[in-house]
């Protein structure tokens, strides 16, 4: 398909989301014909810890979450354009697929789903979806579709299959199609909706609303009041799209897509709120479960939860440990290697905690001079809200960041806070008020949002409605008890004041004897959630973080390719350890030895580090969409 022009929601898609695999971001993407020039203005803003595209991608080499560009061998047309740029508003949806050539070795389509399954000849949705073909050149026999979700809620699986899926189908086997799909809500998928109509709106809204729940007196009560306005806001302007996003529709949308495919039986890789999704398709389509991995498991039942004290309230059980498994990962590391090096686990400990508490009575100014005749530079505070909420960003994927975010401490004990600034929430959501001005007689470009999407699919999903600030309190003294991480931890409170509720909830549980056990990939939440599922089985991986991709373990990612190609499941009780370390090299492959490794192994430990490197699954401490920068 030859490139054509995309819209302006499109556009903003693209550049929030998609990979650009190998090198480095592209300073300029310009496709002539389709208006598409965009220089290094946006910038991935907290799949992963907030953080740093400045930080975190300069020191660690990661592929960028960003622009999709060209690539090295990509082909032009005879003015020059990229051939399969996609124009995603081009596509008819329909009910069977029909497939366009995309990005370059990529097939794109939109499937026409029922917007109510209830009514399955009312109005539509249009689901996009990103297709990795399968190989099966070398006679291999096809393995059929399997379906990818990177969790959020909120994340988008077209943007992943197209960033990480030749690393996906690396793990999984080149007879397997990969499949990403946007979730109803999100990215491509249609219709969609906007809290605000341009970014300048979005600013003034949140660069007021509290990151953190406990940094004065009022902001918790902040949270709720800004919370119950963001639940009206949408209540009012997308009521008729925000019915439709839940969990169990989206459910069915897998069901359509793998139905669509030729298979009645779902073949799927879920993280993190991937695996709510996971679980519950398997609830509702027992039957109809082929291969399905749920990683990093969430608690559904407490996902689902109708009453206050449960919503949200146990994913922190295991953040204290992660952040203490890098105090004492630092201790055996060495002074050489991190910065806050002292004789014990607890002491280290004690020193980031005399760090944060410093912080909430003195927070350090910061002025950022672009060059010596900068007259305008930028200016800001770095406060413990920011330091915290990067810090348990960084818990998600210890292996990846770990060592880089104590050596950063080290260096905010001696006052260099520069860095700390480029992370800051006020900092970006202060980009969102500067002015775009558009060409006379054109508006701005809608703004996609930050929060917006994912608590759409996860405050609808719950029946709670009206609480009080006084059981909102309540939760989070709860949450305090189990987590010194409550206060960063804004889900509970940001639903609180959430209207909409899905049309379709999940009224159901989750004890069903499914026609292929599951696979759990976890700890706590995924014995609980084991206990259900009949023959499942838990694999526990021996690293702190989130999902299996939060490090790199050869014994996870061969069990996981033996579930999908045969069936196998491993031994009840099994732990993986593995390659990966928190102050380990930059380069995980120079670390083992590969030369009593098969070549299979080789590419499967090669395919796992790469996806801990470019780890994708959202968190909630702050937005994971991008904000706009000049």
Not at 101 to 121: G, I, M, Q, T
Not at 183 to 205: I, Q
Not at 400 to 425: C, D, I, R, V
Not at 442 to 465: K, M, R, S, V, W
Request: charged share 20%; proline share 5%.
């Amino acid at each position: 398909m030859s490139a054509q022009a995309l819209s302006n929601d499109e556009k903003a898609h693209l550049q929030r989301h998609y990979v650009n695999e190998g090198g480095e971001l592209p300073s300029q993407v310009d496709f002539e014909g389709t208006h598409l020039r965009r220089r290094h203005r946006r910038r991935r803003f907290l799949h992963f810890a907030g953080l740093s595209l400045l930080v975190f991608v300069a020191v660690h080499k990661w592929s960028r979450i960003g622009i999709v560009s060209p690539t090295p061998n990509a082909i032009h047309d005879e003015n020059g354009l990229h051939a399969y740029a996609l124009n995603w508003s081009a596509i008819e949806p329909s009910e069977e697929f029909e497939w366009h050539k995309c990005y370059d070795n990529f097939e794109c389509a939109r499937l026409s789903v029922p917007l109510d399954y209830s009514n399955p000849d009312g109005a539509k949705a249009a689901v996009a979806v990103s297709k990795l073909a399968a190989n099966v050149s070398s006679g291999s026999k096809y393995g059929g579709p399997v379906l990818i979700n990177p969790g959020g809620p909120g994340g988008s699986g077209v943007a992943v299959v197209l960033g990480l899926g030749k690393q996906i189908q690396s793990i999984i086997g080149e007879q397997f199609d990969i499949i990403g799909f946007d979730p109803r809500g999100v990215g491509l998928t249609t219709p969609t909706f906007y809290a605000f109509p341009d970014k300048n709106e979005a600013g003034l809204f949140y660069i007021d609303f509290p990151m953190n729940t406990n940094t004065s007196v009022d902001a918790l009560g902040k949270a709720y009041a800004y919370s119950d306005i963001m639940g009206s806001q949408i209540a009012y302007s997308s009521r008729n799209v925000t019915e439709y996003v839940s969990t169990p529709l989206v459910a069915r949308d897998m069901f359509s897509i793998s139905m669509a495919m030729g298979y009645e039986k779902l073949q799927y890789w879920g993280f993190s709120y991937g695996t709510v999704l996971g679980a519950t398709f398997s609830a509702m389509f027992p039957d109809n479960v082929g291969r399905v991995v749920i990683d990093g498991v969430v608690d559904s039942e407490n996902y689902y939860a109708g009453e206050s004290s449960c919503l949200w309230s146990n994913n922190l059980i295991d953040t204290d440990a992660a952040l203490l498994d890098i105090c004492k990962a630092c201790v055996k590391a060495g002074p050489e290697k991190c910065g806050l090096h002292e004789d014990s686990a607890e002491l280290v400990l004690e020193r980031i905690n005399k760090l944060l508490d410093g912080l909430k009575s003195q927070p350090i100014p910061v002025v950022k001079k672009s060059s010596e005749h900068d007259m305008t530079p930028e200016y800001g505070l770095v406060n413990y809200e920011t330091v915290k909420s990067v810090i348990f960003g960084v818990l998600y994927n210890t292996h990846t960041a770990g060592a880089f975010l104590f050596n950063m401490l080290a260096e905010l004990e001696k006052g260099n806070a520069l860095p700390w600034f480029q992370m800051s929430p006020a900092r970006a959501f202060r980009s969102l008020l500067a002015c775009d001005c558009p060409a006379p007689g054109h508006e701005l470009p809608q703004f996609y949002g930050l929060f917006e999407h994912t608590l759409a699919i996860a405050c609808g999903d719950t029946p709670l409605e009206n609480e009080s600030l006084e059981d909102v309190q309540k939760v989070y003294d709860d949450i305090a008890k189990i987590s010194t991480f409550a206060d960063v931890w804004g889900m509970h409170v940001r639903c609180s004041g959430w209207k909409v509720k899905g049309k379709e909830r999940f009224q159901g549980n989750f004890k069903h004897n499914t026609s292929h056990p599951l696979l759990l990939i976890g700890n706590t939440a995924a014995n609980k959630m084991s206990k259900d599922f009949e023959g499942s089985v838990v694999l526990t991986q021996n690293t702190s973080g989130h999902c299996s991709i939060s490090g790199t373990s050869l014994c996870t990612h061969k069990a996981i390719r033996a579930y999908f190609q045969n069936g196998t499941l491993p031994e009840k009780g099994t732990i993986c350890e593995a390659e990966s370390q928190i102050f380990g090299s930059n380069n995980l492959l120079d670390e083992v030895d590969t030369s009593i490794m098969s070549t299979e192994d080789i590419k499967l430990l090669e395919a796992a580090y790469t996806l801990q490197q470019n780890y994708f699954v959202p968190t909630h401490v702050l937005p994971h969409s991008n904000l706009v920068r000049k």
